[in-house]
């Protein structure tokens, strides 16, 4: 069990762990010629070639109720893409989901390791969980009323799945302890707050006033969240750089730390 | 510290036994452990990968040896996943894949240099300048996608630099075939080292296979299947050279003898004692399959195990650099290719050639290696580390930004 992070060892990752090897590599890299010229502008051509050719990821499923149908059908003849408003529905559901893994993950680690001065409680991060649960429950009852189907992966579900795929592997890792899974925390409550605010703007803009107004709720909620998870993180790391360093034996210890 | 493979009766059968936990442990750190650590259990993942693959053509084409090859090959499946899954999660597959090509360098530069056939030896050397390239040419792609120095998992022990060119690796099937070694004749060594480096080939093959589609950049997708496709003729090279008139207990008593080695080799070099616990554990389930095997040999051809194999094991392999080796190889044979079973220079092949008609076909929309690694030369810390050199101290104020 491993409370800190940044500890002295033996990493090995730097050219300075070994000054006469990377001196005679970086050496014999620049005497050879590259196979062909040019530079990374080549990989970006046949992205842009690939992309001129692509349908992108998928699509919004048809409405599933009569009364959707007819709502889609309405917005339509009235000029607007109905379909937006869903997609990003879907989107928020999706991540709001993923938000209470993430913070059932959190509080396991919290009863693992325990907390610090200033750092996350088990109310605090009961508190957000459930109001992550909440959210998704107001945007799945959302999509619902509107004749969508809040099971479907939407396309900027996908997306933002795809984004912040790295954020439930830190929350999940053994090794990685608290701390560390507020960091991934941080990037998912900043990308929430500016989602939610885009989604209210969204939503008044396509006259659905009543959901906006629900829906600025939940960003109160999430501001605070934010401030809360930013907090806790900060302290961890200013405790942890006033602390007293490693012992030297600790630091020099020459066999790879097992 | 020579092993006597006939005296150490290793663990037996009955007693190799996991619980998952046992099988799910603490991986190595990417950070802090050795590259070679990351070799050994890149490699051993693949030589064990082996054992079952091998076992299982066997018994799709055996009727009396299914039992006996299902028993072991259990245990064996096991060890592949304890040794796999100590690959940590903060190692992406292209991480592992730069592991990859570091073991396909330094084991087979170890292997090329200990091979008594000298026909075998020319084999790893010819097969060696093309994976180094391919450390190259992913090199490139991981700093150029990610902005990451691929040295920091290499750590400054291999030659990061253009081999072989990959594009023009792409033969003709049939000008991959080598010949075989002669099951009478050929020195046990000759045999073991043939079947460790098909092993690791047709492991590396079946990983880029499995993560190639993982990957979003289309160069990425295109780069890991111009190099499965060299990885396959690799695997095609390598295991030419077994003697196909091997009977199959034959195979199967060297196979689990080539493991022990290979375990053999791991626990010489591992300083890690929670990694090398592991080693020896496994030579002793490896020694217990071996003599299991050799009883089945014994019994079913009437004869003597000892005369195909070693009484005592060669040398282990050197988990070490051998940049002075490779860059003498690529100095004097960067330009050779093969005509069916023999090495010939590149310039004495006529331009209407089988193996040239066939890469020209498959280059003929753009080459992958080549778009990857356009005016690439590897240097400490991504060559973004060197354009922002170029821009002078942002730090002491002569440039704003
Ligand atoms: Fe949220
Ligand atoms: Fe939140
Ligand atoms: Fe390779
Ligand atoms: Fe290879
Ligand atoms: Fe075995």
Redesign the pocket.
């Known amino acids: 069990m491993k409370k800190t992070t940044s500890d002295i060892g033996m990493n090995r990752t730097g050219i300075a762990t070994s000054p006469i090897d990377s001196a005679d590599i970086t050496q014999a890299a620049l005497a050879r010629q590259p196979s062909h010229l040019g530079d990374e502008s080549l990989i970006l051509k046949v992205r842009q070639q690939y992309a001129l050719e692509s349908e992108g990821v998928g699509s919004v499923p048809p409405p599933v109720s009569l009364k959707g149908v007819a709502k889609t059908a309405v917005d339509m003849l009235k000029g607007s893409k109905p379909t937006v408003f869903i997609d990003k529905l879907g989107e928020r559901a999706a991540f709001e989901r993923t938000g209470v893994r993430l913070y059932q993950g959190a509080l396991g680690k919290l009863e693992a390791l325990g907390s610090w001065e200033g750092g996350p409680t088990r109310e605090g991060l009961e508190r957000i969980l459930n109001d992550e649960l909440s959210h998704f429950g107001l945007v799945t009852e959302a999509l619902t009323k509107l004749g969508a189907d809040p099971t479907a992966v939407t396309p900027s579900a996908d997306v933002v799945a795809v984004a912040s795929m790295g954020i439930p592997a830190v929350v999940s890792d053994p090794r990685m302890n608290l701390r560390d899974t507020l960091s991934a925390l941080l990037v998912a409550e900043l990308t929430d707050n500016a989602c939610w605010e885009m989604l209210i703007e969204l939503a008044r803009g396509v006259g659905h006033d009543t959901l906006a107004d629900r829906f600025q709720l939940a960003l109160d909620a999430e501001a605070q969240h934010l401030s809360m998870v930013r907090g806790w993180l900060s302290s961890g790391v200013t405790l942890e750089a006033r602390a007293a360093p490693m012992p030297q034996a600790e630091a020099t210890r020459p066999a790879p730390l097992v | 510290m020579a092993l006597d493979i006939f005296q150490e009766k290793g663990v037996p059968l009955d007693r190799q036994v996991f619980t998952w936990k046992d099988l799910v442990r603490r991986p190595y750190s990417k950070l802090d452990d050795d590259a070679f650590t990351r070799v050994c259990v890149i490699y051993m993942n693949g030589i064990l990968s082996d054992a079952l693959r091998t076992k299982h053509a066997m018994s799709r084409m055996n009727r009396e040896l299914r039992e006996q090859l299902a028993i072991i090959r259990r245990v064996e499946q096991f060890e592949q996943t304890l040794i796999n899954w100590l690959n940590p999660p903060d190692q992406t597959p292209l991480e592992t894949t730069l592991g990859?090509?570091q073991v396909?360098i330094e084991v087979t530069a170890s292997v090329a240099l200990r091979e008594p056939d000298p026909y075998l030896a020319q084999t790893y050397r010819f097969g060696l300048l093309?994976?180094f390239d391919?450390l190259y040419r992913y090199g490139a792609l991981y700093d150029r996608l990610e902005g990451k120095d691929p040295n920091n998992i290499t750590q400054s022990y291999t030659d990061i630099l253009v081999g072989r060119p990959t594009s023009v690796e792409h033969r003709y099937p049939v000008d991959d075939l080598r010949r075989p070694y002669d099951r009478r004749t050929a020195h046990p060594l000759t045999k073991i080292h043939a079947m460790s480096i098909t092993a690791a080939e047709n492991q590396?093959h079946d990983y880029y296979m499995t993560v190639g589609p993982f990957f979003s950049d289309p160069v990425a997708r295109q780069l890991y299947a111009e190099?499965a496709a060299?990885?396959e003729q690799?695997t095609s090279m390598y295991e030419s050279l077994l003697d196909p008139d091997e009977t199959l207990l034959e195979r199967c008593v060297l196979h689990e003898a080539m493991q022990v080695y290979n375990f053999y080799s791991c626990l010489a070099y591992e300083k890690n004692p929670r990694i090398k616990e592991i080693w020896q554990r496994f030579l002793d389930y490896e020694l217990g399959q071996l003599h299991h095997v050799i009883q089945l040999f014994q019994k079913a051809e009437g004869r003597d195990a000892a005369e195909i194999l070693p009484k005592t094991l060669p040398e282990p392999i050197g988990f070490k650099e051998h940049r002075e080796f490779v860059r003498k190889t690529l100095n004097e044979e960067e330009d050779l290719t093969s005509i069916g079973t023999d090495y010939v220079r590149l310039a004495e092949v006529p331009r209407d050639h089988r193996s040239f008609v066939y890469r020209d076909q498959l280059n003929s929309d753009g080459s992958p290696s080549e778009t990857v690694a356009a005016g690439y030369q590897w240097i400490p810390g991504t060559e973004l580390a060197a354009r922002a050199a170029r821009m002078g101290s942002v730090y002491e104020g002569k440039k704003v930004h």
């Open positions: 990859f090509e396909a093309e994976d391919h590396t190099i060299i990885e690799h």
